[in-house]
């Protein structure tokens, strides 16, 4: 069972910017492919952005393109989401999440492991 930890979640006002992590201590990580979702209150879950195991290929949700850049590291176990930019709707739960698959897209069915969230607030 794959255990991943977010962190780096917090408050923060408009324009400025958070990183997210994403940790591990499964090895096995390094082969899969990972994915940041978010859920506002109120709302559904919601694809952010994704890469593949080796973080040479990356996909993004229009909402977040030019602002937001995924990253891994994979002898450290870890993902990352820069957020720059932040706007108040950006406002929710973040939840990394990893696939039993080297490359996976955008649905959260394609993906079999998670965190538990990390809170992140936009103020106006």
């Known amino acids: 069972q794959v255990q991943l930890v977010e962190s780096g979640g917090g408050l923060v006002q408009a324009g400025g910017s958070l990183r997210l992590s994403c940790a591990t201590s499964?090895?096995?990580?390094?082969?899969?492919?990972m994915a940041w979702f978010r859920q506002a209150p109120g709302k559904e879950r919601e694809f952010v952005a994704s890469?593949?195991?080796?973080?040479?290929?990356?996909d993004y949700a229009d909402s977040v393109k030019g602002r937001f850049t995924i990253s891994r590291d994979n002898a450290k176990n870890t993902g990352y989401l820069q957020m720059n930019s932040l706007k108040p709707e950006d406002t929710a739960v973040y939840y990394c999440?990893?696939?039993?698959?080297?490359?996976?897209?955008?649905?959260?069915?394609?993906?079999?492991?998670w965190g538990q969230g990390t809170q992140v607030t936009v103020s106006s």
């Open positions: 999440a990893a696939a039993r698959n080297r490359y996976a897209g955008s649905k959260s069915y394609e993906y079999t492991y």
């Open positions: 499964e090895r096995t990580f390094s082969s899969y492919a």
């Open positions: 890469i593949n195991w080796s973080g040479t290929s990356t």
